[in-house]
C-alpha cells in the first residue's frame, strides 16, 4: 500500500467481527462519535490506543495502519523492473528519489535492500554529477551494512557481503573489499561472484600470491561441488539410463582430468558406488561391475592410510594452510574403521544381486570385505 490506511481498516476489522461502532467505542472507553470521526478520516486515533486496537482486532499494529514492513519475491522482482524502466525513462533526480521513499518505507525487508544496493551499482553511472555517483556508492553500502548487521538470512547476507565488495572496488578500496569477504573464508569457502570478488579485490591490492591461493581454493571447491552434484543427479536419475550415461561420461572426464581418485579417494569413491548402482538399475552388468572397480581403487587408497587426511596434490599446491583453518582440520569427516564395515554393507545392495553370479564381483567382495 503507498498510504495509511487506518480508517479504512479499522471499519473494515470492526465489521467482520459484527460489532458496532458503539460496541467498540465502549470497549475503548471512547465515544461513539470518535469512532465515527476515525472511520470517516476527520480524526486519527491516541497513538496510545493503537496497541489495545490491534489487540482487540487480534492483528499486528502494522496490519492494523496498513503498514507492509516486507514485500514478497514478486513484489520485489516487480518493484526492481519498474525502477529499471523509470531509469531509463525519467528525470535520474526523481527516481533516485522514489528508490530512497521505498527504501525508507521497507528499510526491515532486507532482501529489497539487497535489490536496491543491486539497482544502484547498476544506475550510478547515470548521474552526471562524480559527487553525487560517490554519494550513491555510499548510500548502497551503508544498505549492505544495514542486512549485515540485521539480517538472519545466511543467503541474503552473502548477497550483501559480495556487493559491498563490489561497492568497495568500485570506490577503488580493494583493502575494504578484502577486510569484507576475507573474514568469511576462515574455515570455509566463499563460492561464486564473492569469491572472483575477493581474488580481484586482492589483485587490486598487490597481493598476487594471495589472489592465487584463493583462486585454487575456489576451483577445489568447485571441483569437489560438481563431483558431489553429479552423484546427487545420479541417484534421482537412476531409472533413466540415456541421463545416467551422461552424467557418468562428464562427471568421469572431469575425475581423469583433475585425478581426484588420489586427490580425494572418498569422493571417488562415493561417486563410482552411485554410478555401479545406475549401472545395475539399467540391466548393465558388465558397467556396473567396471564402476565398482574404480569404487575398490579409491577403498583401497583409503584403507591403506595410518590416517584419512585431506590434502593437495602438484596442481593443488597451495590447500594446506587453508585445509588447516576448516572445522576438523586435515582430517577427513570418515575414518579407516567406519569405511571397513561400510563396504560389505555397500555391495550387499539389493540393486548388485544379478552381479553375485560374476566371478569377478565374487573375488572382489572378498578382497573388500575381507573374506
Not at 532486507?110 to 552526471?128: A, D, G, R, W
Request: proline share 3%; hydrophobic share 40%; with cysteine.
Amino acid at each position: 500500500m503507498d498510504t495509511i490506511n487506518l480508517a479504512d481498516n479499522i471499519a473494515r476489522l470492526r465489521r467482520r467481527r459484527q460489532i458496532t461502532q458503539e460496541e467498540l467505542a465502549d470497549y475503548l472507553g471512547v465515544t461513539k462519535a470518535a469512532v465515527s470521526k476515525w472511520e470517516n478520516r476527520q480524526t486519527m486515533p491516541d497513538i496510545l490506543l493503537l496497541p489495545q486496537l490491534a489487540g482487540f482486532f487480534d492483528v499486528t499494529i502494522d496490519e492494523l495502519v496498513g503498514y507492509e514492513a516486507w514485500l514478497s519475491g514478486e513484489q520485489i522482482r516487480r518493484l526492481y523492473r519498474e525502477l529499471c524502466e523509470d531509469f531509463a525513462s525519467q528525470p535520474f533526480s526523481r527516481v533516485l528519489e522514489r528508490v530512497g521513499s521505498l527504501v525508507r518505507r521497507y528499510y526491515s525487508c532486507y532482501p529489497f535492500l539487497v535489490q536496491i544496493c543491486t539497482l544502484y551499482l547498476n544506475h550510478f553511472m547515470l548521474s552526471e554529477d562524480g559527487e553525487e555517483r560517490e554519494r550513491i556508492l555510499g548510500e548502497a553500502e551503508a544498505l549492505c551494512d544495514r542486512v549485515l548487521q540485521n539480517s538472519k538470512d545466511v543467503g541474503v547476507c552473502t548477497e550483501a557481503a559480495s556487493l559491498k565488495a563490489i561497492l568497495n572496488l568500485r570506490q577503488g578500496h580493494a583493502r575494504k573489499a578484502i577486510e569484507t569477504l576475507e573474514p568469511i573464508l576462515q574455515g570455509r569457502h566463499i563460492q561464486g561472484q564473492s569469491g572472483a570478488v575477493l581474488v580481484q579485490a586482492y589483485c587490486m591490492a598487490g597481493e598476487h600470491e594471495k589472489a592465487k591461493t584463493h583462486a585454487q581454493i575456489q576451483q577445489y571447491m568447485d571441483l569437489l561441488g560438481l563431483v558431489g552434484d553429479a552423484i546427487s543427479l545420479l541417484s534421482l536419475y537412476e531409472t533413466e539410463p540415456g541421463r545416467s550415461r551422461e552424467i557418468m561420461g562428464r562427471a568421469q572426464k572431469v575425475i581423469q582430468a583433475f585425478g581426484l581418485e588420489e586427490l580425494h579417494p572418498n569422493l571417488a569413491a562415493q561417486y563410482y558406488y552411485q554410478a555401479a548402482l545406475a549401472q545395475a538399475f539399467a540391466g548393465g552388468k558388465e558397467g556396473a561391475l567396471e564402476m565398482l572397480k574404480g569404487f575398490e581403487r579409491c577403498v583401497g587408497m583409503l584403507l591403506a592410510q595410518e590416517e584419512i587426511l585431506l590434502h593437495g596434490d602438484r596442481y593443488f599446491d597451495r590447500l594446506e594452510e587453508w585445509i588447516g583453518q576448516l572445522s576438523l582440520g586435515s582430517m577427513a569427516p570418515r575414518d579407516r574403521t567406519f569405511i571397513g564395515q561400510s563396504v560389505r554393507q555397500a555391495l550387499d545392495h539389493p540393486a548388485f544381486e544379478p552381479l553375485k553370479e560374476l566371478t569377478a564381483f565374487q573375488e572382489m567382495y572378498r578382497r573388500l570385505s575381507g573374506d
